[in-house]
């Protein structure tokens, strides 16, 4: 079965970094966009980072660009979200997603880890 496993949270002081993990299973990792999303607290989910298959194609989501950075490892089914200058309003659960097109809409993703709790202290 289809199983994203995500780690690397955790409570971070505000201008720290974080590396996020993401074990992917089950699919044909190479063939799918994978992507990161978070969801921050009483707010909607959004986009944090995408990255196509062959890590030609990446985009990011409004005020990411430049602090954090996705890549992935096709050799290892793992994609990764290094994070730095935290913020406390980057303070969410961050979840890994995989879906077969390339897209920005988490409603359009097919497969989606149980999220990693990041915490950043001012």
């Known amino acids: 079965q289809v199983q994203l496993v995500e780690s690397g949270g955790g409570l971070v002081q505000a201008g720290g970094h974080l590396r996020l993990s993401c074990a992917a299973s089950?699919?044909?990792?190479?063939?799918?966009?994978m992507a990161w999303f978070r969801q921050p607290p009483g707010k909607e989910r959004e986009v944090v980072a995408v990255?196509?298959?062959?890590?030609?194609?990446?985009n990011y989501g409004d005020s990411f660009n430049g602090r954090f950075t996705i890549s992935r490892d096709n050799s290892k089914n793992m994609v990764y979200l290094q994070m730095n200058n935290l913020k406390p309003e980057d303070t969410a659960i961050y979840y890994c997603?995989?879906?077969?097109?390339?897209?920005?809409?988490?409603?359009?993703?097919?497969?989606w880890g149980q999220g990693t709790q990041v915490t950043v202290s001012s």
């Open positions: 990255i196509d298959w062959g890590s030609i194609g990446i």
């Open positions: 997603a995989a879906n077969s097109e390339h897209t920005l809409n988490p409603k359009k993703y097919e497969f």
């Open positions: 089950g699919f044909t990792f190479g063939h799918y966009c």
